[in-house]
T-cell receptor
Framework: KNQVEQSPQSLIILEGKNCTLQCNYTVSPFSNLRWYKQDTGRGPVSLTIMTFSENTKSNGRYTATLDADTKQSSLHITASQLSDSASYIC??????????????FGKGTHLIIQP | NAGVTQTPKFRILKIGQSMTLQCTQDMNHNYMYWYRQDPGMGLKLIYYSVGAGITDKGEVPNGYNVSRSTTEDFPLRLELAAPSQTSVYFCALGRGRNGELFFGEGSRLTVL
């Protein structure tokens, strides 16, 4: 069964510190991997989308990395801000074997930034 | 989340009642989706549509119905609401099957 596993489940860090969130996925064929940010009470918003040929992609203070060989991705947040407090969801699009929409969602990492 | 409008934002239903969650878009995207999000769980696909007049079941379609008479609207109908349908529902759009998704703000439904 296709799975997307995220770790840690939750994380608390101090404002200004860096952090890294992990995403491991199983099965292939892999098409692209996405990271979404979901603020409390809001819909998910796209941060990055990477194809299997891309190793790194940045969006401001967010940098996503992808190792398609080991089926691992990470999201690194630099110089965290209070507004970074949110859930971060890893989503994998599979050419076949995913959901009807081709997407398999992770459960998310709940990040809290403390002042 | 501009371009995707969901209504209502909150609703409380009694067991056995019916209701429709509305989703309207002005981005002219063909692909539209309904997801539900339960606490601590990943989003689950309920139904999706690849264009007007075409709908298909997702992973968790039981207890729901959809229609897609226009490109802009993709309502989700709950018949005979059950407590298990208590959840947050998200409508999403996509330009293509493997393209970026744009989510609405969500509709929080409680069935008592």
């Amino acid at each position: 069964k296709n799975q997307v596993e995220q770790s840690p489940q939750s994380l608390i860090i101090l404002e200004g510190k860096n952090c890294t969130l992990q995403c491991n996925y199983t099965v292939s064929p892999f098409s692209n991997l996405r990271w979404y940010k979901q603020d409390t009470g809001r819909g998910p918003v796209s941060l990055t989308i990477m194809t299997f040929s891309e190793n790194t992609k940045s969006n401001g203070r967010y940098t996503a990395t992808l190792d398609a060989d080991t089926k691992q991705s990470s999201l690194h947040i630099t110089a965290s801000q209070l507004s970074d407090s949110a859930s971060y969801i890893c989503v994998v699009f599979l050419n076949s074997g995913g959901g009807a929409d081709g997407l398999t969602f992770g459960k998310g990492t709940h990040l809290i930034i403390q002042p | 989340n501009a371009g995707v409008t969901q209504t209502p934002k909150f609703r409380i239903l009694k067991i056995g009642q019916s209701m429709t969650l509305q989703c309207t878009q002005d981005m002219n995207h063909n692909y539209m989706y309904w997801y539900r999000q339960d606490p601590g769980m990943g989003l689950k696909l309920i139904y999706y549509s690849v264009g007007a007049g075409i709908t298909d079941k997702g992973e968790v379609p039981n207890g729901y119905n959809v229609s897609r008479s226009t490109t802009e609207d993709f309502p989700l109908r709950l018949e005979l609401a059950a407590p298990s349908q208590t959840s947050v529902y998200f409508c999403a759009l996509g330009r293509g099957r493997n393209g970026e998704l744009f989510f609405g703000e969500g509709s929080r439904l409680t069935v008592l």
